[in-house]
């Protein structure tokens, strides 16, 4: 029997907003379809709130804080073979002409081609003749795409939402007055027109995702490709781009497999973003290499077991320090804060550009937030939060402290030490040892150059932020 061909959709800065996850606001006609003819997974989760580190476990099967690359940015000076490299030793075509922010450079013979367009060779039916993994990432929702021209002269994505919105009914576009505001953000003009940017890029990715689905459909490959869409990581607004919360790891995968998956399934199954590369190699019917550390999702070398626990985590964020950790079980979101005196909102050149950041900065200073909206601008954190993920899906109720809960508690941090103790964390080592021992590249003074001070009504703590481990250690909260 052939080995299927695999098509992977990775969507940028996504997380699970669209109609077939529940999002009325929401128009994603041709990713609904794609769920109705296969399986919608409502607990993936990214190993890392944000791009570079958690791709690097979609290629390499390994968490970053296990592998060195969990600082954002960084870059791995040796990395691992590749998912993509095993493919193509067992017989594979790989295609991969986009987006290869790993935290480190990908070898030459991670993939047969890098640039152009694979899709007219797909609906024409012109790819090698060999079992293939095309992969293709869609950049319009990323973070920036929420972005305003007037922002600094920065119009970062914006430009493609703004160039291809005609691929979205006028009738479909979104009305910043209808937009759902979850509770940890203010309810502004602002924060309501970034989340309609947001929603109007998203359709924008549908339309595209819909290009490439349709080329597949009529191709003579479509009844033996599995079509994969995945996020990398959550929305690119306070709270979820870059936190450890549901709004940051939550993404959304849908998997179509003719005559393998149940069209129209639902999956309540734990996935990790650590998971892919097994589940690749399963599919192809490859030997999975023993350095990975998910597992398999389907295929033969899925085990029978489903996985109690996903381990999610960030550290430093650009030119912003921080090390936290997530275990998550089937109901209960477990977070601990190793620098419980840092805040929350320390300073990040690249998010400062989004409105809902001014708004929050500016209302926050004029004693206009509180609740949920009030703690993210809070001088420290707490060492520990635990969240029902169930009951309470923005996260917004901490029940740590609750004696109720001792036991929960008492079992999320177990899973997670010992989860720690098998993989290691790469993270308790500071910054500048890692650099010492050669396993990254010295990029501190490329993000220390990005440190500038907040106009003093919206300080947070001693100063701005901390760009490493020996700062963060001497911080002090006056």
């Not at 309501?192 to 929603?199: A, E, L, N, V």
């Not at 520990?384 to 009951?391: I, Q, V």
Request: aromatic fraction near 10%; proline fraction near 8%; charged fraction near 25%.
């Amino acid at each position: 029997m052939l080995a299927p061909n695999i098509l992977l959709l990775i969507a940028e800065d996504t997380g699970t907003h669209h109609g077939c996850y529940g999002e009325p606001y929401a128009y994603t006609p041709r990713i609904d379809a794609l769920a109705e003819a296969g399986c919608r997974f409502e607990r993936m989760y990214s190993t890392y709130p944000v791009c570079a580190p958690s791709r690097s476990s979609f290629v390499t099967g390994q968490y970053p804080w296990s592998l060195g690359t969990h600082q954002m940015r960084s870059t791995l000076l040796n990395p691992p073979p590749l998912v993509t490299q095993t493919l193509r030793e067992a017989g594979y075509f790989v295609s991969w002409p986009s987006k290869t922010d790993f935290n480190f450079d990908p070898p030459p013979a991670f993939a047969d081609e890098t640039k152009g367009d694979w899709i007219d060779a797909l609906r024409e039916g012109r790819l090698p003749q060999k079992p293939f993994l095309l992969m293709t990432n869609f950049f319009v929702t990323h973070e920036s795409t929420m972005w305003t021209s007037e922002l600094d002269g920065r119009p970062g994505i914006l430009k493609d939402r703004e160039r291809f919105l005609n691929l979205v009914p006028e009738s479909e576009r979104h009305d910043p007055d209808r937009a759902p505001v979850p509770p940890y953000l203010p309810d502004v003009p602002d924060v309501r027109g970034d989340i309609s940017r947001y929603f109007d890029a998203l359709s924008i990715q549908d339309a595209q995702v819909g290009k490439v689905l349709d080329a597949l459909d009529a191709s003579p490959y479509r009844d033996h490709t599995i079509v994969i869409y995945v996020g990398d990581h959550g929305r690119g607004l306070v709270r979820e781009k870059r936190w450890c919360y549901a709004g940051g790891l939550n993404v959304p995968l849908i998997i179509r497999w003719p005559g393998q998956i149940q069209p129209g399934s639902v999956s309540q199954e734990l996935v990790s973003g650590v998971d892919l590369a097994p589940t690749l190699l399963s599919i192809a019917g490859v030997e999975i290499p023993k350095t990975y550390q998910g597992q398999a999702l389907l295929g033969p070398a899925k085990p029978s077991n489903p996985r109690k626990y996903v381990f999610a985590g960030r550290d430093r964020m650009d030119e912003t320090f921080d090390r936290v950790r997530v275990c998550r079980n089937d109901r209960f979101h477990y977070i601990r804060n190793y620098y419980p005196q840092l805040p929350y909102a320390q300073r990040n050149t690249y998010m400062e550009h989004q409105l809902t950041t001014r708004a929050m900065r500016e209302l926050y200073a004029g004693g206009q937030l509180s609740g949920s909206q009030a703690l993210w601008m809070s001088r420290s954190k707490p060492p520990e939060e635990l969240y029902d993920a169930l009951t309470d899906k923005h996260m917004i109720h901490n029940l740590a402290d609750r004696k109720e809960y001792a036991e929960v508690l008492k079992e999320l941090r177990w899973a997670l030490d010992e989860h720690i103790a098998a993989v290691g964390d790469l993270g308790a080592v500071s910054e500048r040892d890692l650099i010492a021992r050669g396993l990254v590249e010295d990029r501190m003074d490329e993000y220390r150059k990005r440190i500038q001070p907040l106009p003093e009504r919206y300080r947070v703590g001693r100063v701005d932020c901390v760009l490493e481990q020996y700062e963060a250690d001497a911080w002090e909260n006056r």
